[in-house]
């Protein structure tokens, strides 16, 4: 505690106030899960911020070494859970570059395909979580009605609402259902002809805008600090996105569709804009994709590996354009069925480092705003 003095006028006796500890969490409708802000608080405005992470610490990373190399894809699958297919992905690509693997074509772009529209899941999510924080409850709504079209060509070939489990070293779990690549191609085009709700029922609302503009301003010297990633490095004029930089996948084939939604205000809003514009172009890749996907000759789309795998000894890193960031899984291997280490690198526990830096010297009114604004995934903090 530390005490300040405050005068009230000339003439008066000073007033001794004491600034005031305030715990937001772990369990509070303000954190988004079991996560905890220690604020100090002078009056109405925040004078030191520091995030408490761990509450739902799993210890992946140690099971990971318990685990062989099937079985980790479950394991991966879970700490952002709503990215679960690019989760899965990070870990894949590693082994199969462990192994010197090449998968086919038709499953490259199939993993393109589905990644993109786990994209728009995720970004769905906040698309609708975050008017709501600030108030708004209608948008939520109709987020939710988009993610249930697309979960459900989704679950129609995996099996899974959440957690998909599709990918395999190698390839993908099967091959896609008859008549899939038709059902999706009427999914994406549903949803984007309703994702105009968003531009005009929050963008175009006076009192989101007022509570977001100029709000929790993340300036790109932070952003490389911290190593922020993601559409919240981007909303800050950071220019970087690995699948066009370092493209992986079929990404290398879509520089004509993909675009890198950047701004430069670094604010709660242009993080906002960043998420929205990214979910329209997600949508155009996964038609993009579809068009590709329809044009090539029928195959497999896996690799047949043996009953024990065991990835050579060695190292690799093998990163990917998540959702919420960088997404990065350092792979150590011994030449066991099992991998010796695998550090995983997480977009949410890099961003949300930053609060420490973006709450102090805001009202605490403002605090929710710019929370919300971080998009993260509490499991991808304690992971």
């Avoid at 259902?177 to 994702?195: E, F, I, K, Y």
């Avoid at 503009?213 to 190593?227: C, D, I, P, T």
């Avoid at 370092?246 to 084939?253: D, N, S, T």
């Avoid at 959702?323 to 690198?345: A, I």
Wanted: net charge negative; charged share 25%.
């Amino acid at each position: 505690m530390t005490e300040t003095t405050v005068g009230i006028g000339a003439g008066s006796a000073d007033i001794d106030s004491t600034d005031m500890v305030l715990n937001i969490g772990p369990q509070h409708p303000s954190t988004h899960g079991v996560l905890r802000l220690r604020l100090l608080l002078d009056g109405e405005r925040i004078t030191s911020a520091e995030p408490v992470v761990g509450y739902m610490h799993r210890g992946a990373e140690k099971l990971f070494e318990a685990r062989d190399y099937r079985q980790i894809i479950m394991l991966a699958n879970r700490h952002d859970w709503l990215s679960a297919f690019s989760n899965e992905l990070g870990v894949v690509l590693a082994v199969e570059r462990m192994l010197g693997m090449e998968v086919p074509e038709r499953a490259v772009w199939t993993r393109t395909l589905l990644a993109e529209l786990n994209r728009v899941l995720n970004h769905l999510m906040f698309l609708g979580s975050y008017p709501l924080e600030l108030g708004a409850i209608t948008p939520m709504f109709h987020a939710f009605t988009e993610r249930e079209t697309l979960q459900h060509v989704m679950e129609e070939a995996s099996g899974g609402r959440i957690h998909y489990m599709f990918n395999r070293v190698g390839g993908l779990k099967e091959d896609l259902p008859n008549g899939w690549l038709g059902r999706v191609r009427h999914a994406v085009s549903a949803v984007r002809a309703r994702t105009a709700v968003f531009d005009d029922l929050i963008m175009g609302n006076e009192i989101f805008r007022g509570r977001t503009r100029g709000v929790g301003v993340l300036s790109r010297e932070a952003v490389h600090a911290y190593g922020i990633s993601g559409p919240i490095a981007r909303a800050s004029g950071v220019d970087f996105d690995l699948r066009r930089d370092e493209p992986y996948l079929a990404y290398g084939e879509l520089a004509g569709t993909l675009r890198v939604v950047t701004r430069s205000e670094g604010d709660c809003l242009a993080r906002f804009e960043c998420l929205l514009e990214q979910t329209h172009n997600a949508l155009d890749l996964a038609d993009a994709c579809l068009d590709r996907l329809e044009e090539l000759p029928p195959g497999p789309v896996n690799q047949r590996l043996p009953k024990v795998l065991k990835a050579p000894e060695g190292h690799t890193y093998a990163w990917t354009e998540n959702p919420l960031g960088l997404n990065g899984y350092y792979l150590v291997s011994k030449g066991d069925k099992t991998p010796w280490r695998l550090k995983l690198r997480s977009a949410s526990f890099n961003n949300i480092q930053a609060l420490a830096e973006l709450l102090p010297g805001t009202l605490v009114a403002d605090m929710v705003s710019i929370l919300g604004s971080m998009f993260f995934v509490v499991g991808d903090i304690d992971k």
